[in-house]
């Protein structure tokens, strides 16, 4: 996942910074676009099925996203851009399914991007939040707006007045941390993923923890919630049938749970049923289900609580049952299902440690069966399954994008 700061996220940054002396990985305290071109095009490769590939401890935010099937990047410029499916309105603006990144709004720039099963989150860049696509559980969190079990095309601001520093989404649920480190959730709560005590659908924003202050949350893809509070502290709730929260236990949690005992977490991210955590050293850990090696382990047992995967790591994504990992001299691994070639090794054969298959990597993200990674010259590449899929039998990453991101 690229990343991005805001400008309220840039003052904390440094604040966390001096509290807790932590590195800053990428582009540190700093905006993510001050070295890039903003007059780079798109390309015309779209994405095809190919089949082969932190925040830290501050309000990290990030700049690309991947769903089930669609996918969202914000360019250099600050422009956003997305492709894929559209069935429910979640490329925003644009109609009908698109094979290659198109721009999605030409009149503000953005800072931050997520995407669940079939919405999307932005953040612009004076810090309000916009929600669109299916709205079925109130994911988009405009109830005043939007009546759930609808969908909606258009980005629609999400607590008018409000800003915030960074974004998740779930499959189809949302969070969102306030300015002030306040955490924020709505759409499905079926499994207690919104962390507020209840089982209630939400369609409009909802305190969770409150009282609390976090700098980072992930969700992506699954029924369950992960944050990181500003002590570093790591905390966990929803879905728990397969150890996925991570506190030893099968059992669903209502309300958010700590993790473990560790102080350092610097990088999260949430599968279908597993997590990961990246520490202040750089070691990776993971829990949760491990059917298809997701957890890295060598093996295929699950995990109620966080095992060690390795070392040297800056960040970390997950998709349904799969994981991509950077390291910290660029290096790009993936591991678990390979089915749709969402691994980006070149095979469809299932893998149950990291296995390097790029370099010179600066940002990554996973969707459910695919994932997409931007190098350090700009370009934008994916592999894994596509919904607008061009051609078949191409193994390997594709490029999508000759330059531009960052």
Not at 173 to 181: E, Q, V
Not at 267 to 282: H, Q
Not at 352 to 363: E, M, Q, S
Request: proline content about 3%; glycine content about 14%; charged content about 10%.
């Amino acid at each position: 996942m690229s990343k991005l700061f805001s400008p309220a996220a840039h003052r904390l940054c440094l604040l966390m910074t001096l509290m807790f002396s932590l590195p800053l990985m990428l582009t540190g305290c700093g905006g993510g676009s001050s070295a890039a071109s903003t007059t780079a095009t798109t390309g015309t490769t779209a994405p095809v099925d190919p089949v082969a590939p932190v925040p830290v401890t501050s309000p990290v935010t990030y700049a690309l996203a991947a769903g089930y099937d669609h996918s969202v990047a914000i360019r250099s410029d600050g422009t956003l851009w997305s492709w894929g499916d559209n069935s429910v309105g979640q490329l925003g603006t644009l109609s009908g399914v698109v094979a290659e990144p198109r721009q999605v709004i030409s009149t503000t720039t953005f800072s931050a991007t997520a995407a669940g099963f079939k919405h999307t989150l932005a953040l612009k860049s004076d810090g309000t939040l916009w929600s669109w696509g299916d709205n079925t559980f109130g994911q988009l969190g405009v109830d005043s707006v939007i009546p759930n079990t609808t969908f909606n095309k258009t980005p629609v601001q999400v607590m008018p007045g409000t800003t915030f520093i960074a974004i998740a989404a779930g499959q189809n649920h949302s969070l969102a941390i306030r300015t002030d480190g306040a955490l924020w959730a709505w759409g499905d709560n079926s499994s207690g993923q919104l962390g507020d005590g209840t089982k209630v659908n939400r369609a409009a924003p909802v305190a969770v923890a409150a009282g609390s202050t976090f700098i980072s949350v992930a969700a992506h893809g699954g029924f369950h919630s992960l944050a990181i509070k500003t002590d570093g502290s790591l905390w966990g709730w929803g879905f728990n049938f397969s150890g996925q929260v991570g506190d030893g236990t099968t059992t669903t949690r209502f309300l958010p749970v700590k993790v473990g005992t560790d102080l350092l977490t610097r990088s999260i991210a949430t599968g279908i049923d597993f997590s990961m955590a990246i520490k202040k050293d750089g070691s990776l850990s993971a829990w949760g289900n491990n059917a298809k090696g997701q957890l890295g382990d060598g093996t295929t047992v699950s995990q109620l609580a966080a095992i060690k995967i390795g070392t040297g790591y800056t960040n970390v994504a997950a998709g349904e049952k799969h994981a991509v990992a950077l390291k910290t001299d660029g290096t790009l691994w993936s591991w678990g299902d390979n089915a749709s070639g969402q691994l980006g090794d070149g095979t469809t054969v299932s893998k149950l440690v990291p296995t390097k298959i790029g370099a010179n990597f600066t940002g990554i993200t996973a969707g459910q069966f695919h994932a997409l990674g931007i190098k350090n010259d700009g370009s934008l590449w994916g592999w894994g399954y596509s919904i607008a899929k061009s051609a078949n039998g191409n193994l390997g990453l594709v490029q999508i994008a000759a330059s531009g991101y960052k």
